[in-house]
């Protein structure tokens, strides 16, 4: 009988362990509109691994996110922007986030992570895309933040309104990521001052500086690619807990 007790004592902690809710919650999913490609940011909470497949039949792109709480909208959200037709999710399994960009064709895509999510960017019909690789991780290591601009100045990405407030999707060239930012989120050495609805006003130690969404033109690496310039950002629906059922696959 001591002998079953002190294998009861080893053996609960693992199977504690096994039973613990997911560290990660995926939160968020916003279309951003650009000239030559589509791009679906997921807000995470911290960095997670995924694995990620295009399938067809209708072509889609799934993507499952480990030791993660899905927490964003049941309801499959429409989406008008070639090439992209829908996006939906739900907690496929337990400690399984998926999510699924519903395609009209297949297309060319890149996955980028930074501190907020994963960018996904899908190509326009006769669009193409570049990368730029991140910084070499060690095995098993999240990947590092990738940028796609060179720009020495922050750039505006775009600029959304949720939980109605509004946010500006911003580059920051001295972390060298594009953040959500809102009014009084610091930026370099200045702070967000006020958005509109196609600009950002930064107070810096220098003056106030004014960030059109028009005039930020990213480059994209390596050359000739096209630049993506930024179009607008349609915010997706507010969160309404997670899916009872997976998605369709």
Partial sequence: ??????????????????QAEPSIELTEATIVER?????????????????GELMDGPWR???DFEDT????TARPFPVSADPVRELR????????????????????????????GLRIVLAREGGGIAAVPGPTAAPGAAPGPVSRTTSKEPVVYGIVR????????????ASRQVRR???????????????????????TPSGRVELRVDEAKPDVLPAPPPTLTP???????????????????
């Fill in 89 to 116: 999710g739900s907690q496929f399994r337990k400690g399984v986030a998926r999510l699924v960009i519903e395609l009209r064709r297949k297309v060319t895509y890149v996955v980028e992570q930074d501190r907020e």
């Fill in 1 to 18: 009988m001591l002998l079953a007790l002190l294998l009861a004592l080893v053996a609960w902690p693992a199977t504690a362990r096994g």
């Fill in 181 to 203: 930012y809102a009014v009084g989120d610091a930026v370099g050495s200045g702070f967000v001052e006020t958005i509109g609805e196609r600009s950002v006003v930064l107070r």
């Fill in 69 to 72: 709480a899905y927490r964003w």
């Fill in 231 to 249: 179009r607008g950002v349609r915010p997706a629906p507010a969160p309404a807990g997670p899916s009872p059922s997976p998605p369709r696959s």
């Fill in 35 to 51: 000239d030559e490609a589509i791009e679906v940011w997921v807000r995470l909470s911290r960095p997670a691994k995924y694995q």
């Fill in 162 to 173: 949720l939980d109605d407030n509004v946010h500006a999707y911003i580059f920051d060239p």
């Fill in 61 to 63: 792109l799934v993507l």
